[in-house]
């Protein structure tokens, strides 16, 4: 069997539902929607995280650089041992960003020489020393 549409196409019965579904049937499915979207992206943005690599450039106008002025930023890294090149990345995201943080991590699995604490002590006087 077909139905025809009033510009007199004919249509097969299968692709013409009976009857529409019921609102709370379309809001669940909307919903059901929007929490797989939302998981999908914090997924995504918790294991594929958008990493600049270094050098970076400062903001091209001066109404991004005034709006990275506003925001904090983290260096996160093991610092075993610190070196010049976390102090220059440090100087560099504290000149364009308002606030910076040095998270020093550590890994159960492998041997530090030296504390976290006495890691984090050397960056800070290195960053210090670097003025």
Not at 36 to 55: D, S
Not at 71 to 100: F, I, T
């Amino acid at each position: 069997t077909s139905i025809t549409t009033p510009t007199g196409l004919s249509l097969p019965s299968v692709l013409v539902p009976d009857e529409l579904p019921d609102l709370r049937t379309l809001c669940l499915f909307t919903t059901l929607i929007l929490v797989v979207a939302a998981t999908a992206w914090l997924y995504l943005r918790l294991y594929n995280p958008i990493v600049h690599p270094y050098p970076w450039k400062l903001a091209p106008t001066s109404a991004q650089r005034l709006s990275d002025k506003k925001k904090k930023v983290v260096l996160a890294g093991s610092y075993n041992p610190p070196h010049r090149g976390h102090v220059a990345m440090l100087e560099y995201l504290a000149e364009r960003y308002g606030e910076v943080i040095a998270v020093v991590g550590m890994n159960p699995n492998k041997k530090y020489d030296v504390t976290p604490q006495q890691r984090a002590d050397f960056i800070k006087t290195m960053v210090q020393a670097d003025g």
